[in-house]
C-alpha cells in the first residue's frame, strides 16, 4: 500500500499561482509514476501532470505551459507549481501513485479559483 498526503490547496483569484505537494510512503517500488489529477464537479477526473522516475513528464491536453511539475525522490515528493490560473482550473485535485500496475490516490484538496 502507498499513503498519499496532499498538501497546498485553498482559494486564489484569476491570475493568481499556487503550488500544491504530495508526499507518498509505503511500499513504493523503485519504479513508479506519481502526478496529479483533477476533478470538477459534474465532471470527469482528467490528468493535470505525471512525471515518472526517470523523469518523463506527460500534461493534460489544457496544459498551455502554465503548470509545471518536478519531484524530490530523496523524500518522495512530487509538487506542482500552478501559474496564471483561471476560474475553469477549480477543482478538486488528487495526488496518484501509479505502480506495479496499481494506482493509489490521495484524498484530494480543494483548488477555488475566483474571477
Known amino acids: 500500500q502507498v499513503q498519499l498526503v496532499e498538501s497546498g490547496g485553498g482559494s486564489v483569484e484569476a491570475g493568481g499561482s499556487m503550488r500544491l505537494s504530495c508526499q507518498a510512503s509505503?511500499?513504493?517500488?523503485?519504479?513508479?509514476?506519481m502526478g496529479w489529477y483533477r476533478q470538477a464537479p459534474q465532471k470527469q477526473r482528467e490528468l493535470v501532470a505525471v512525471?515518472?522516475?526517470?523523469?518523463?513528464?506527460n500534461y493534460g491536453g489544457f496544459v498551455q505551459g502554465c503548470f509545471t511539475i518536478s519531484r524530490a525522490d530523496a523524500k518522495y515528493t512530487v509538487n506542482l507549481q500552478m501559474n496564471n490560473l483561471q476560474p475553469d482550473d477549480t477543482a478538486v485535485y488528487y495526488c496518484?501513485?501509479?505502480?506495479?500496475?496499481?494506482?493509489?490516490w490521495g484524498p484530494g484538496t480543494q483548488v477555488t479559483v475566483s474571477s
Open positions: 509505503g511500499d513504493i517500488y523503485s519504479i513508479h509514476v
Open positions: 512525471i515518472s522516475t526517470a523523469e518523463n513528464i
Open positions: 496518484t501513485n501509479i505502480q506495479q500496475g496499481n494506482n493509489f
